[in-house]
């Protein structure tokens, strides 16, 4: 199996970094188009088919599907509480090829660009797929309340490994949503969400994909999906990512592989209290 390194890395020009920064300010989220095409792509797909096939095998839970009384809300046949998404934290402790991601020009470079730095640090991974015919949706929200940071830099970078549209559960978006920063009217009921009668998700712009491209967006950008009533899967890897300047406003316990730089340097020398670099 080819190494990575042989896979060729997109420079961005800084046009083309300035352009995704205008973007992702304005709107609190941005496409790269093909990020990861190819061999590469490939290998990343047989990577994730492999390591949901040994998970489900060794017993792990793996259902992420959030409960609450929206549920019943959502337009689709059939029992709508049977609905599922599979979830697998910490990938790159399952994966040298999913740990390597997270070094990628291909990755890390953008979504730089995206929040004006040129240090990143990680704050955690994951991987979504939503299972042909009875994906669940996700109603709109935004990611704030899994991890309140002081200076608001932490972005999801998602690369999607299927084509998405709204039949198969692509991510649905209120452009300009983070301009409004943390809103409080999110319910606590099972799972946290904005109300559905205030933020519809057919109000959304939804954000068709393609496999190998990447969508960063603000953990303040309000969004959401749709179910997956299509016969195709939708794969996606999520790398929440900051400036090393930022932190969170109080750190959880177990936070695995949280602070590591993967792009640059850690600008500050000296660590912040908890931390032990």
């Keep these: 199996m ?11 020009t800084p046009a083309k970094q300035t352009e ?3 973007e992702f300010e304005a709107n609190g989220f941005v496409k790269i188009d093909q990020a990861f095409t190819g061999g590469h792509l490939s290998q990343i797909q047989k990577e994730v088919d492999q390591m949901i096939d040994r998970s489900i095998k060794s017993g792990r839970q793996l259902e992420a599907h959030w409960r609450g009384e929206w549920r019943e809300n959502v337009d689709v046949e059939g029992d709508k509480q049977a609905r599922s998404v599979l979830s697998i934290h910490n990938i790159q402790y399952h994966s040298a090829c999913l740990a390597q991601l997270m070094f990628h020009p291909n990755l890390v470079d953008p979504a730089a660009a995206a929040i004006g730095t040129t240090d990143l640090q990680l704050s955690n991974t994951l991987m979504h797929a939503k299972p042909p015919k009875i ?20 972005i999801a970078v998602t690369l999607y490994l299927d084509d998405s ?4 559960g692509c991510l649905c978006i209120y452009p300009g949503s983070h ?7 999110h319910v606590h009921k099972g799972s946290h969400y904005l109300p559905m009668n205030e933020y519809p998700i057919d109000q959304a712009t939804p954000v068709p994909m393609k496999a190998g491209d990447l969508l960063i967006f603000s953990y303040l950008t309000v969004h959401g999906s ?3 009533t299509s016969d195709q899967w939708r794969r996606m890897l999520l790398f929440s990512l900051r400036s090393p300047l930022d932190n969170r406003k109080s750190e959880p316990e177990g936070s695995v592989g949280q602070g590591l730089i993967v792009r640059g340097v850690h600008p500050n020398p000296v660590p912040k209290p908890k931390e032990s670099y």
């Excluded at 080819?2 to 961005?12: D, E, H, R």
């Excluded at 994906?135 to 932490?154: C, E, I, R, S, V």
Aim: glycine share 4%; hydrophobic share 30%.
């Design 135 to 154: 994906g669940a949706a996700f109603p709109m929200h935004q990611d704030y309340d899994y991890a309140p940071h002081n200076l608001d830099t932490l």
């Design 20 to 22: 995704i920064r205008k």
């Design 179 to 185: 301009k409004q920063g943390y809103i409080e009217k």
């Design 165 to 168: 549209e709204v039949e198969n």
């Design 2 to 12: 080819a190494n990575q390194s042989t896979f060729v890395s997109t420079v961005l």
């Design 226 to 228: 749709t179910p997956n």
